[in-house]
């Protein structure tokens, strides 16, 4: 009899665990001439210590600066004269290569990844070059108001957990950082056990396992020992705020913008599938009620919308909001805490809800169009939770009916758990 295998987004599904620790998923669609490859390391910011703070996405830089085999600015040039794309990509919970190729050509992703997984030079003068890039982007950021603003909500929402720095890191953390440090965090973390390699689009699945093996099987997997582990951030997010706490804060300009969070659940969580439903409620389209409310009814903001940040451990409901020039903004935040607290004591309208879940479905079938999408997908839950979990995503999302969504709301929605920030215009100065 045979087996009936798992279909994502019409791709099938094949999983395999090479010797070394190394899962591979092979997501067989055949609807264009085309491949994607991902490298998923289960490493990003979270997983650092303090002094550590931005070491994932500086590296993340370095896998582009070199090896024995490939040198600097290599791996971007064959990849156009191929004809194909890359990119790369760090977050709290992780930290993702990509490429996508043609279906004729696609394997020579595989050489590139192995090779750079065992094979980074570190060289010290390229460290030091790519340090400079990484503390510009870094005073860019913080040159940002809505970046600003955002890292202050960050640190008064996750508290002492790893979640409240800043991806990036900080200057501070960066400046000392030496290459010797880069290496021995690359050595722990970019190591097959670590890993999870996705290949989606135009393939036939044996032969790209062996591919596949042929490239990563006899890498060994180093830092595979239990100590290596001892002492890593990694802990449950357990916030809760002890009553509403505020921040304010100036710009030199002259908007003000407004941020409200609240803790709220992990990916892949109930509360997760819920929170996506209440941003669609609340902000997604002019019909939605926060939009139709702030700015096209009293005309309060300029702009409104809404976030649900759910991570690995933990996660946060965020809602933004710019207030049009010389509005009352205590009006403006009024009409928001109102508007939340309608969804923890009123049952959405069942049209509402059908409108809602509709948006969020359509918007899954965007997202997931090409074969990078589903590679991307299918990577991330891979890493974060269970690959087979991307399959429910749709049906766990329809099941969110208007009584649990009220009763998640009025649990996490409370006023006496949330943050609320303001960036208002610097006062201006007074000259004799």
Not at 263 to 277: E, L, W
Request: with cysteine.
């Amino acid at each position: 009899m045979t087996k009936t295998l798992p279909t994502y987004c019409g791709a099938t599904v094949h999983e395999r665990r090479l010797d070394n620790g190394m899962r591979v998923l092979i997501a067989e669609r055949h609807l264009d001439p085309v491949v994607a490859v991902m490298v998923w390391y289960g490493v990003g910011a979270r997983h650092e210590t303090g002094p550590e703070a931005g070491v994932s996405h500086f590296l993340e830089h370095m896998m582009f600066k070199g090896t024995e085999a490939h040198g600097k600015g290599a791996i971007d040039l064959e990849t156009t004269v191929l004809g194909g794309s890359n990119n790369a990509f760090t977050t709290p919970d992780h930290t993702a290569y990509w490429f996508e190729f043609a279906s004729d050509r696609w394997e020579r992703a595989l050489d590139l990844e192995a090779d750079r997984m065992q094979g980074l030079l570190l060289d010290p003068e390229e460290f030091a070059a790519e340090k400079k890039v990484v503390l510009e982007e870094l005073s860019m950021g913080l040159d940002d108001p809505w970046r600003s603003l955002s890292r202050k909500v960050s640190e008064a929402l996750f508290g002492e957990h790893p979640y409240a720095r800043p991806v990036i890191g900080y200057r501070e953390t960066l400046e000392p950082m030496t290459a010797d440090d880069m290496r021995a965090y690359y050595l722990r973390h970019y190591r097959p056990g670590n890993a999870t390699l996705v290949v989606a689009g135009d393939v036939e699945p044996e032969a790209a396992l062996a591919a596949v093996a042929a490239r990563f099987g006899a890498i060994e997997d180093q830092a595979a020992d239990e100590a290596v582990g001892e002492g890593r951030p990694d802990p449950a997010l357990e916030v809760e705020l002890d009553g509403e706490e505020r921040i304010e804060t100036t710009w030199d300009d002259n908007a003000s913008r407004m941020i409200v969070a609240y803790p709220g659940g992990p990916f892949g969580s109930d509360v997760d599938f819920t929170m996506d439903v209440v941003v669609s409620v609340l902000t997604s389209g002019k019909l939605s009620r926060l939009y139709r409310r702030l700015v096209i009814d009293e005309g309060l903001a300029t702009s409104v919308s809404a976030n649900n940040d759910a991570r690995a451990r933990g996660g946060g409901f965020w809602i933004y909001a710019e207030a049009v020039h010389g509005a009352d903004t205590e009006q403006l935040e009024a009409a928001i805490h109102e508007e939340v607290a309608r969804l923890c004591v009123e049952l959405v309208a069942e049209g509402e809800m059908t409108r809602a879940q509709k948006l969020l479905a359509a918007s899954e079938a965007f997202d997931s169009e090409t074969v990078t999408d589903v590679a991307e997908t299918l990577g991330e839950y891979a890493t974060d939770l269970r690959w087979q979990d991307a399959l429910e995503v749709e049906a766990r999302r329809a099941s969110v009916n208007a009584s649990s969504l009220m009763a998640t709301c009025e649990r996490l929605l409370r006023p006496d758990r949330r943050v609320v920030a303001w960036s208002r215009p610097a006062p201006a100065e007074v000259t004799a």
